[in-house]
């Protein structure tokens, strides 16, 4: 058994706390936002005070590793906990959610920030953003003749030019097809999340030939493994030959992608 912070926020990283819970003395961790799961371990809320309140947490913790399950666009908590581990001499791995892929009859249009959103839309008359709240900072620029319809976590007023749909995946593509047909949806903002909870819209998209403005990832810090699923991730951690001693030495000094 070992001591594993588990940072979380994604479906992953309740899986891991999940099925890794009677195998270590595992402890998960939440920014603190959104709704708190039923979890076998403890969960713990709220922010660490930037990488050296993590460092020193993982410190008078004891804890023996660190994993990095966070949301891939959760750069500021994936960045900390590079840095944290290394502080706190720990090693740490990360679970990286896949990113979508375009396929045959997608029309994506490559974002990096809000301004490159804010002139991919330009020309459209009712975007769908489903990007998390950032929209809602931005409805006072919403132009003339134009109507966003803004789904995320939270409930907002919605206004002349603007619906606020307070609702949490998953989605299927009936669901998406037919809001983006009873909206009259002319263009999907969205940002490359991954995974298949929320993958519909994008089903949805190509099925009525709307095209997509994909907010690009931003870039996150290696860690000592890097997995791109949970299954080679458990596997590491239940396996009979696991060690917590050779771990650190073995983690701390390869880095490659499972
Ligand atoms: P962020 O910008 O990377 O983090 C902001 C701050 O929130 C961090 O510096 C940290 O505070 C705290 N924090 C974030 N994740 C935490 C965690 N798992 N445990 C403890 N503290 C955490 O993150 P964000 O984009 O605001 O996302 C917040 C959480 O929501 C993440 O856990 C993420 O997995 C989840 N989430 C994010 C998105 C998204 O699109 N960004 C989508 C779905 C879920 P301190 O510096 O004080 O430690």
Known sequence: MSRILLLGGTGEARQLAQ??????????????????PELPCPVRLGGFGGAAG??????????????DATHPYAARISTNAQSAAQQAGIPLWAYRRPPWQPISGDDWRMVHDW??????IAGFRRPFFT?????LQHVDTIPPGQRWLVRCLARRPSAPALIVLAAVGPFTLEQELALMRAYRIDVLVSKNSGGSAIVAKLSAARRLGIPVVMLERPPLPPAD?????IEPLIAQLISPAWMPCSFRSI???SRHST
């Open 19 to 36: 099925r890794l819970a009677s195998h270590h003395e595992l402890t998960y961790s939440l920014a603190g936002r959104g709704r708190i």
């Open 54 to 67: 993590l460092a020193a947490f993982l410190d008078e913790g004891g804890f023996e590793l660190l994993i």
């Open 115 to 120: 301004s490159e959103v804010g002139m991919a």
């Open 251 to 253: 983690t701390i000094t």
């Open 225 to 229: 493994y890097t997995f791109s699923a």
């Open 131 to 135: 990007m998390g709240l950032e929209p």
